[in-house]
């Protein structure tokens, strides 16, 4: 006969469904987090004031491609990298690219106008000063972020940081096409 007892329901017992459970609801949570920003989403309604006052809005760009690049003048890389976006916009508008430059909300509205008067941005330039465009796409918060929509209104790519130019070259070569 064994004297061992019997097995334990102690604390750590009473821990494993919970853990379980939370790790569960992390994973859940993480898909939709995960399909909320996935390529295959349409861009959320969101619109635009741009520096000249007129207003633009995503319903507004439904059925061209267009580009939204949210960035500030005080982002090096957003500075080092707007040549390559005035470039990339020459190359592309006559084949129908829209784009709209979109200034965060602790941008100053005088240095967002100077830069785009100095560097004669040929694209929209609009000012979030409310923050509420940035949160439509997904609280966007690190500078430069840039999105891709196609003609259907889905978002097609979002890039953190500065593009690798041929594949988005590629990209809107591919989009405008269809």
Same mark, same amino acid.
């Given at each position: 006969?064994?004297?061992?007892?019997?097995?334990?329901?102690?604390?750590?017992?009473?821990?494993?469904?919970?853990?379980?459970?939370?790790?569960?609801?992390?994973?859940?949570?993480?898909?939709?987090?995960?399909?909320?920003?996935?390529?295959?989403?349409?861009?959320?309604? !969101?619109?635009?004031?741009?520096?000249?006052?007129?207003?633009?809005? #995503? /319903?507004?760009?439904? $059925? =061209?491609?267009?580009?939204?690049?949210?960035?500030?003048?005080?982002?090096?890389?957003?500075v080092k990298e707007m040549p390559e976006m005035v470039r990339t916009?020459?190359?592309?508008?006559?084949?129908?690219?829209?784009?709209?430059?979109?200034?965060?909300?602790?941008?100053?509205?005088?240095?967002?106008?100077?830069?785009?008067?100095?560097?004669?941005?040929?694209?929209?330039?609009?000012?979030?000063?409310?923050?509420? !465009?940035?949160?439509?796409?997904?609280?966007?918060?690190?500078?430069? #972020? /840039?999105?891709?929509? $196609? =003609?259907?209104?889905?978002?097609?790519?979002?890039?953190?940081?500065?593009?690798?130019?041929?594949?988005?070259?590629?990209?809107?070569?591919?989009?405008?096409?269809?």
């Open positions: 006969m064994s004297t061992s007892a019997p097995p334990s329901t102690g604390a750590s017992g009473r821990r494993l469904p919970v853990i379980l459970a939370a790790v569960v609801i992390l994973a859940v949570l993480g898909w939709f987090g995960y399909r909320a920003m996935s390529p295959a989403n349409a861009a959320p309604p !969101a619109t635009f004031t741009l520096l000249s006052g007129d207003k633009v809005s #995503t /319903t507004d760009l439904k $059925g =061209k491609v267009y580009i939204l690049n949210f960035w500030a003048t005080s982002c090096t890389t957003c916009y020459q190359q592309y508008k006559d084949k129908g690219l829209e784009f709209v430059a979109v200034a965060m909300d602790y941008d100053p509205p005088m240095y967002v106008m100077n830069y785009a008067r100095t560097r004669e941005l040929p694209f929209k330039v609009a000012m979030d000063s409310d923050g509420t !465009a940035a949160k439509a796409f997904g609280n966007v918060q690190l500078t430069p #972020t /840039t999105f891709v929509i $196609g =003609k259907d209104g889905k978002i097609l790519k979002r890039y953190v940081g500065e593009p690798e130019w041929d594949a988005l070259h590629k990209l809107l070569d591919g989009a405008l096409a269809a």
